[in-house]
T-cell receptor, first 113, second 113 residues
Framework: NAGVTQTPKFQVLKTGQSMTLQCAQDMNHEYMSWYRQDPGMGLRLIHYSVGAGITDQGEVPNGYNVSRSTTEDFPLRLLSAAPSQTSVYFC????????????FGPGTRLTVT | GESVGLHLPTLSVQEGDNSIINCAYSNSASDYFIWYKQESGKGPQFIID?????DKRQGQRVTVLLNKTVKHLSLQIAATQPGDSAVYFC????????????FGPGTRLSVLP
């Protein structure tokens, strides 16, 4: 199993550009989530999904959209990038709907200039 | 609001010594806690978890202690090794936030030769 994969690994955007961060898992996990990690801070939840077709907002959802058309994929879309969205983004998945023992991807480092 | 914090942002220990990483949480309704290890350039990795009906749980070289009276969590690493050098996060599930976790800012553990 590849586990949780994320692409791209690095990305530089200009303010106002849009892009999609990809996340996929091959463990047949129902629960997936997106976090951002900023220097000196813990991970903050952006959006999450408890199954295909079901998504919900986390702590910091503004400026991001998600969809979950399949169990495997959970892309994160930045609608109009802002410098405040410069961060490292992690996707995670877990088997349990309680989100226990989440498996994290390697992260995407995004810089918005 | 809910918060999970760490008493020490950095910790340096000699190789072979025991390490203790502390964490304070503020939501007394939290019923599940996880410790994660994050190595440089990688996503967080599950280390050990504990439920609120337990005071102590042991894994391989790691022990988590939970003191619900003072809302304190600690991670003990026995015979610390160079490979233990990483940032360690505690995370709590505050229950009123769906299936999601609130992460602390992290403690960097440096193992000295």
């Amino acid at each position: 199993n590849a586990g949780v994969t994320q692409t791209p690994k690095f990305q530089v955007l200009k303010t106002g550009q849009s892009m999609t961060l990809q996340c996929a898992q091959d463990m047949n996990h129902e629960y997936m989530s997106w976090y951002r990690q900023d220097p000196g801070m813990g991970l903050r939840l952006i959006h999450y999904s408890v199954g295909a077709g079901i998504t919900d907002q986390g702590e910091v959802p503004n400026g991001y959209n998600v969809s979950r058309s399949t169990t495997e994929d959970f892309p994160l879309r930045l609608l109009s990038a802002a410098p405040s969205q410069t961060s490292v983004y992690f996707c995670a998945s877990s088997y349990s709907p309680q989100g226990y023992e989440q498996y994290f991807g390697p992260g995407t480092r995004l810089t918005v200039t | 609001g809910e918060s999970v914090g760490l008493h020490l942002p950095t910790l340096s220990v000699q190789e072979g010594d025991n390490s203790i990483i502390n964490c304070a949480y503020s939501n007394s309704a939290s019923d599940y806690f996880i410790w994660y290890k994050q190595e440089s350039g990688k996503g967080p990795q599950f280390i050990i978890d504990i439920r609120s009906n337990m005071d102590k749980r042991q894994g391989q070289r790691v022990t988590v202690l939970l003191n619900k009276t003072v809302k304190h969590l600690s991670l003990q690493i026995a015979a610390t090794q160079p490979g233990d050098s990483a940032v360690y996060f505690c995370a709590e599930n505050p229950r009123n936030y769906g299936q999601n976790f609130v992460f602390g800012p992290g403690t960097r553990l440096s193992v000295l030769p």
